[in-house]
């Protein structure tokens, strides 16, 4: 079943990275998503990668009508000896991003034209955002749950369960949209 994609698995494999095969279609997407966004998130706004500044959920359920495949992505860290994991995650997830972004550059060598990177926490390529224009905008991509996915409902759907509040694991979770 798996066919085409049994290579880039496997890349990612290489990469640290688990990779789960997922029907484009059964990614779950809703409007409450929006809620933890825009009140709840210390982030919210903070960079060109995060909503209010990137497509709307609407425009991402129509986007995402025309994929048929994607790869649920994740890289998980043993956080044990990490006194402050919120201060890690910076690093953490550039780590992520730049093993995933190489994912979706290997995958449109591939033939995935369309090949898109739905990445892990927000882009934090500079230090500070300018908030007005992109500096690196071939890199810049936003994450799943900016455009309303909910994240934990589609690693159910790849049979995994997404734990909260676990300090000895920290897990960076990216989706790779395939066409
Ligand atoms: S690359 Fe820099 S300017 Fe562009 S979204 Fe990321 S942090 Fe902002």
């Not at 789960?20 to 966004?37: M, Q, S, T, V, W």
């Not at 609407?58 to 009508?65: A, C, L």
């Not at 290997?106 to 090949?115: M, S, V």
């Not at 955002?129 to 409902?153: D, H, S, T, W, Y």
Request: proline share 4%.
């Amino acid at each position: 079943m798996l066919g085409k994609f049994e290579d880039l698995i496997e890349k990612a494999s290489k990469m640290g990275l688990k990779a789960y095969f997922l029907k484009a279609g059964d990614i779950p997407i809703e409007n409450r998503i929006a809620l933890k966004c825009a009140y709840g998130c210390r982030g919210y706004g903070k960079r060109l990668s995060c909503p209010p500044h990137i497509m709307s959920i609407d425009e991402f359920r129509k986007v995402i009508e025309e994929y048929s495949s994607a790869l649920l992505l994740v890289d998980e860290y043993d956080t044990t000896g990490i006194k402050d994991v919120l201060e890690a995650w910076p690093g953490l997830r550039k780590d992520s991003f730049h093993k995933m972004f190489e994912l979706e550059q290997e995958a449109f060598r591939e033939g995935f034209t369309f090949a898109h990177l739905l990445r892990p926490g927000s882009c934090n390529e500079c230090e500070v955002c300018n908030l007005e224009k992109c500096v690196k905008p071939e890199m810049r991509r936003f994450a799943p749950e900016a455009v309303g996915i909910n994240v934990q409902k589609a690693m159910e759907g790849a049979g995994l369960v997404l734990e909260f509040c676990k300090p000895e694991k920290t897990a960076c979770l990216g989706i790779l949209l395939l066409e």
